[in-house]
C-alpha cells in the first residue's frame, strides 16, 4: 500500500487543486475543481486511491487497451453494438487519444478530442457518443485495473450543435392517412406497407421494434412490446433498458392493426413481415416522393408521433416510448395500464383526429388519388 507524504495545493493558473504523487518511480497529478477543502479532500483521495490500487506503470497505449475492449465487446455485444463500439474508436478515440499511455491519460486530453469534433461540426449528439464510448471503455480499464482515470472536468462544449429533427407537417399526415398508394415504374399502385407506416406514426415505435412485432404480443388493445429486429437480422431487447415496455393503442392504431391483419395475413407470427432496413427506408421515401410529402426515415416517423403528442404531460409520453427511467412493464402496474394508458391512449386519438380534420380542406382537393 502506498503512502501519500504531501497534499493537494490550489492552483491559481487552472483555478483547481493539485497534487503530485509517486508509486514505483512513475509520477502522476491529480486534480479537483471544487472549491475549497472539498476540492483539495476530493483531490487528495485520488491521489490515495491511485496510491493503493495495486496498478503499476505498465507503460500500455490506450490503442492497445481499446483493442483488447473491442474483442471482448465483440464477443459479448450484438453486431450492432459492436459495430458502435468499433467505429468510434478507429474514427475518434484511436486517432486522438491512441498513442497516449493509459495510465497518463487525463482530462486535457479528452477535452480536446470533444473540442475537436465539434470544430468539425459533429452534431451534440455523436459528440455525447464519443464521449459515452469512451467512458464506458474507462470504466473496463479500470476494472481490468489499467488505470484509476476517470474523466471529471470533462464537458460537451456549448457550442455543439442540435441536429434538427426532420418531421410530417400536417399536410403529410393528411395524406398519409388519405392516401394508400405510389408510383412504381409509372404507375399508382397500393403501397403494401400503408398500414406500417401508419402504425408506426401512431405508436411511436421504432422501425427495429416494427420489424420484432409479432400476433401474440398484441392482447385485448395492449401492445407488448418485448423486442427489436436491428439492421443485421438479429433479434434484441432493444435500444436501452426501457425499451420493453407496454402501452394500450389508440383507436386509429386498432383500425391499422386490424387492416393490417385483414389485407396482409402473416404466416410467420410478425404483424408487419417487412423487407430490409434499406428496402423499407426506400419504399417509404418513394412514398414520400409520388405524394409530394416531407422527405423523411421511417425512424422520423418515430420523431413525428413524439411531436404531435408533445403536448401531454411528459410522464405520460416517455413510458409510451421507452424513455421512462422506472417502469415495471408487466409488474404492479398492469392495473395503471388498463385505466391511465387507457386515458393516454384516448388523448392520442384525439389529438390525431383534430389535427387530420382541421386542415383546411383545399388540401383534400389537392391530395393524390387513393387506391384505384
Known amino acids: ?31 479537483s475543481s471544487a472549491p475549497g477543502r472539498t476540492g483539495q479532500r476530493e483531490a487528495n483521495a485520488k491521489a490515495d486511491a491511485w496510491l493503493d490500487d495495486g496498478i503499476s506503470p505498465t507503460g500500455e497505449r490506450l490503442e492497445a487497451a481499446y483493442n483488447q475492449y473491442r474483442q471482448e465487446c465483440k464477443e459479448n455485444m450484438s453486431t450492432t453494438e459492436y459495430n458502435h463500439v468499433d467505429s468510434v474508436g478507429r474514427v475518434w478515440i484511436i486517432p486522438n487519444l491512441g498513442k497516449r499511455k493509459i495510465t497518463e491519460l487525463n482530462d486535457g486530453d479528452v477535452q480536446k478530442m470533444l473540442d475537436k469534433a465539434v470544430a468539425m461540426g459533429r452534431s451534440k449528439k455523436t459528440i455525447q457518443d464519443i464521449n459515452g464510448i469512451l467512458n464506458k471503455f474507462l470504466k473496463w480499464c479500470r476494472r481490468n485495473k489499467k488505470t484509476t482515470y476517470r474523466p471529471d472536468d470533462v464537458h460537451i462544449p456549448a457550442s455543439a450543435r442540435l441536429k434538427g429533427k426532420t418531421v410530417l407537417q400536417p399536410d403529410d399526415l393528411c395524406t398519409l392517412f388519405s392516401t394508400d398508394t ?10 403494401e406497407y400503408i398500414h406500417a407506416y401508419r402504425f408506426q406514426v401512431l405508436t411511436g415505435l421504432r422501425p427495429g421494434e416494427l420489424r420484432g412485432l409479432r400476433v401474440k404480443d398484441i392482447q385485448g388493445g395492449v401492445v407488448y412490446v418485448q423486442r427489436s429486429v436491428n439492421v443485421y437480422g438479429e433479434t434484441t431487447q432493444g435500444k436501452n433498458e426501457n425499451a420493453v415496455r407496454s402501452f394500450v393503442l389508440s383507436d386509429l392504431a386498432r383500425c391499422e392493426l386490424a387492416l393490417q391483419l385483414q389485407e396482409y395475413p402473416s404466416e410467420s407470427g410478425y404483424v408487419f413481415p417487412l423487407p430490409s432496413p434499406t428496402a423499407y427506408r426506400e419504399r417509404w421515401q418513394k412514398y414520400c416522393a409520388s405524394n409530394g410529402m416531407t422527405k423523411t426515415t421511417p425512424y422520423e416517423l418515430r420523431h413525428t408521433f413524439v411531436s404531435v403528442v408533445k403536448t401531454l404531460p411528459v410522464g405520460e ?15 404492479i402496474y398492469r392495473h395503471a395500464l388498463q385505466g391511465e394508458d387507457t386515458e ?28 384505384e
Open 344 to 371: 393516454t391512449a384516448e388523448k392520442i386519438n384525439r389529438l390525431f383526429r383534430k389535427l387530420l380534420t382541421d386542415q383546411p380542406k383545399d388540401k383534400d382537393a389537392q391530395a393524390p388519388n387513393k387506391t
Open 1 to 31: 500500500m502506498g503512502k501519500r507524504t504531501n497534499t493537494a495545493t490550489w492552483n491559481e493558473k487552472y483555478n483547481r487543486w493539485q497534487i503530485n504523487v509517486q508509486k514505483d518511480g512513475y509520477r502522476r497529478s491529480f486534480y
Open 317 to 331: 409520453v416517455k413510458p409510451l416510448v421507452g424513455h421512462s427511467e422506472s417502469m415495471d412493464t408487466f409488474g
Open 182 to 191: 405510389a408510383l412504381y415504374k409509372g404507375k399508382r399502385q397500393k403501397d
